[in-house]
Nanobody, 123 residues
Framework: QPRFGESGGGLVQPGESLRLSCEAS????????VGWFRQAPGKEREGVAC????????DYADSVKGRFTISRDNPKNTVYLDMKNLKPDDTAVYYC????????????????WGQGTQVTVSS
C-alpha cells in the first residue's frame, strides 16, 4: 500500500486561505491519480478535487469550483490543494487518496488513504 501524509490544515476565519499538501516518501506519486476528499461530522466522505497521473484530467466538486485548486509538483513528489475564500461549510477532515487508474472523483474508486488533516473555518 502506498504511504503518504497530509499537512497544512488548521483554524482559519471565513474568507481566508489554506494550502494542503499530500506528500509521498516511499513511492512515486506522479504514477498515481490523487484525490482530495473531506468528511464533516455526521456526513459521508465526499470528493473535493481529483487529478489524474498526467495532470490532464481534473475534477472538482461543484461546491468548491472557483475556490479550490488541485495541482501536482512532481519533483517534490507532492500534490497540493489550494483553498481560498474558505467558508464554515468547508470545515472537515481532509484526506488525500491515491489510485492507479483514475475514473471518478468518488471514495470507492480510491484504494489508499492518508490519515487526514483537520480544517476548521470559524469566526
Amino acid at each position: 500500500q502506498p504511504r503518504f501524509g497530509e499537512s497544512g490544515g488548521g483554524l482559519v476565519q471565513p474568507g481566508e486561505s489554506l494550502r494542503l499538501s499530500c506528500e509521498a516518501s516511499e513511492f512515486s506519486l506522479p504514477d498515481y491519480a490523487v484525490g482530495w476528499f473531506r468528511q464533516a461530522p455526521g456526513k459521508e466522505r465526499e470528493g473535493v478535487a481529483c487529478i489524474d497521473s498526467s495532470g490532464s484530467t481534473i475534477d472538482y466538486a461543484d461546491s468548491v469550483k472557483g475556490r479550490f485548486t488541485i495541482s501536482r509538483d512532481n519533483p517534490k513528489n507532492t500534490v497540493y490543494l489550494d483553498m481560498k475564500n474558505l467558508k464554515p461549510d468547508d470545515t472537515a477532515v481532509y484526506y488525500c487518496a491515491t489510485t492507479l487508474m483514475y475514473g471518478r472523483c468518488v471514495r470507492d474508486d480510491f484504494e489508499s488513504w492518508g490519515q487526514g488533516t483537520q480544517v476548521t473555518v470559524s469566526s
